[in-house]
């Protein structure tokens, strides 16, 4: 089994429908830096509703690349991913994660 960095693409021409792999994963970044901008500096939001406002019917699509997003802005010092309220490593996450300004 061949590992990869959690940003990294899985080949040169993935794509997600029409648009290229790098241009979907920056709008998952942006679109959660704008979505908690938007909120309480200490409200989170789930990985879905970046997935949604760049997927729209494909959303499901891009819940693993919006977890990929949200790692990459934990490693730019952005945001922190919670489970249960308390920041845990992104890299060992399970299940359901928030994620959160970084504080």
């Known amino acids: 089994m061949t590992h990869r960095q ?15 792999r790098d241009t979907v994963d920056k709008q998952l970044e942006a679109s959660i830096l704008e979505l908690l901008a938007a909120r309480a500096e200490t409200s989170t939001i789930c990985p879905s509703d970046a997935a949604r406002a760049v997927g729209a019917e494909n959303w499901r ?3 693993e690349p919006a977890r990929r997003a949200a790692r990459r802005l934990v490693d730019a010092g952005e945001v ?4 249960g309220g308390s920041v845990i490593d992104p890299l060992t996450a399970k299940g359901p994660i928030r994620i959160r300004k970084a504080r």
């Open 80 to 83: 922190q991913i919670t489970q």
């Open 61 to 63: 699509d891009l819940m």
């Open 6 to 20: 959690h940003g990294e693409a899985t080949s040169p021409g993935d794509k997600n429908g029409d648009k290229p």
